[in-house]
Each structure stands twice: as C-alpha cells, then as structure tokens.
C-alpha cells in the first residue's frame, strides 16, 4: 500500500448540474410504463431520513443502539411538465383540454443525470445517472402572481416519497446510482438505451426501434455486468 497524497492532478472532483430528466408512470398490470422527457426539470433535492439511533440501556450503561429503518424522499421543482405527469399529480381529463383535480395520484418512476467533474477534464470528467423507484407526489402549492416590471416564471414544487423495491443479496432500495467513471462504457451505453429508447438502425448491425423503460435494480445489474438487457 503506497503512502497518501493529498490534491493530485485530476483528484479534486466535484458534482454539478442536472439533466435528461425520464419519468416512467407506474402501471399496476405492466410495471413501468415508457418513459417520456421531462423538459423544465430545474432541481432534485434528496432527501433521505430516519436510520436515527434509538439508543437502549442495561445495567446503568449504554448497551447499544438500535437504528430505525431509513427513508428516501425528494423535492422535485420544474418549469414545466410532461402530460403524463397529471396523473402523478392527481389529475384526470374529463374531456380534451378540462382537468379534474383531487384525483387517485399514481406512482412513477424518476431518472436523471448529473455531472462529475474534475480540476484536469472540468465538466466533461463523468456524469452520474440517479434512478428513483416507487415515488408519489403530495399536493403542492401553486403561486400565481400578476405580471410586472420584474416577470418571473412560476415554478412547480413536489414533495415526493417512495416505497422501496427489492434488490438481491441487499435490503430494498428507492434509489440506484450509476457512475460513468467507474462502469464499463459499452454497458453503460446499452443502460442508456434501455433508459432513453433507441431508434431504428439500418445496415450490418441494424437494430429496431425500441421504447424507453425503467429497469429494475436486478435487471440494471445484470445490463451493467453483463451487457445483455433482460426480456
């Protein structure tokens, strides 16, 4: 083991940004349905709880702690929205162009990425592709204000919880990451097909067009050690 060195060249990374921004409504029969971009995503805070000590004692002692079961939520702001968030929202069409709120709001699936970057390569070091499981909004206020000298356009906030899904060999999780610096690239290209969707292909190699969905942490496992995208 060599000795530490502190501040090398390339070493001091930071994280930065947010984009492509997927959602994938949940449907009960066929899981995630295909995902659709998310334009106007501005931020997601992460904001994981609980794992709090509960602290138990025994003859006068402290004699150990016991931790409660930890959470993932998030704050999701944006400009703007994909219609296939109304029903994330709890909205439904009673026609073409009227929306009924106070509706059953439906679970979703989230991705997106941000940037991992370095003193040597700035931004264009990595990116991080953050998959979020199980997640349902709570109503959120909406401020609409007169237009004036000082216009500012309106931003939607949604506080988000998740119920978590299994994962072998480790407890259920809401949330995956994937780091670009540190997966294979050629898998990482095929996760990112089956995140974004493909286009048709001609020649040698071609290929069909192919929707964009929301693979499970079993079957991102599987893509990103193999390359093989399960049926």
């Known amino acids: 083991m060599s000795k530490i060195v502190w ?16 959602l994938y409504p949940y449907d009960s029969t066929n899981g995630y349905k295909p995902g659709v971009a998310w334009n106007g995503l501005s931020s997601v805070s992460e904001s994981p709880s609980g794992a709090e000590a509960n602290a138990i004692y025994a003859d006068d002692i402290k004699y150990l702690n016991l931790y409660s079961a930890e959470e993932f939520g998030a704050t999701i702001e944006c400009y703007t929205y994909p219609d296939e968030w109304a029903e994330c929202d709890g909205s439904a069409a009673l026609t073409d162009g009227v929306m009924l709120g106070q509706q059953p709001r439906k679970t979703f699936g989230l991705c ?41 356009a309106i931003t939607f906030s949604y506080e988000i919880s998740t119920i978590p899904v299994n994962v072998s060999g480790h407890n259920p999780v809401s949330c995956i990451t994937i780091d670009s610096t540190k997966v294979d690239s050629e898998k990482l290209a095929i996760l990112e097909d089956v995140l974004y969707g493909k286009d048709a292909t001609t020649g040698t190699n071609a290929s069909e067009a192919t929707d964009p969905w929301l693979p499970l942490p079993d079957q991102v496992y599987t893509i990103i050690t193999t390359g093989q995208v399960p049926a």
């Open 112 to 152: 997106y990425r941000t940037v991992i970057g370095n003193d040597t390569e700035g931004d264009a070091h990595g990116y991080k592709l953050h998959l979020i499981y199980g997640c349902k909004a709570s109503p959120s206020e909406r401020q609409y204000q007169t237009i004036n000298d000082s216009p500012e």
């Open 7 to 22: 501040d090398a060249s390339g070493a001091h990374l930071y994280e930065t940004g947010l984009k492509n921004g997927v």
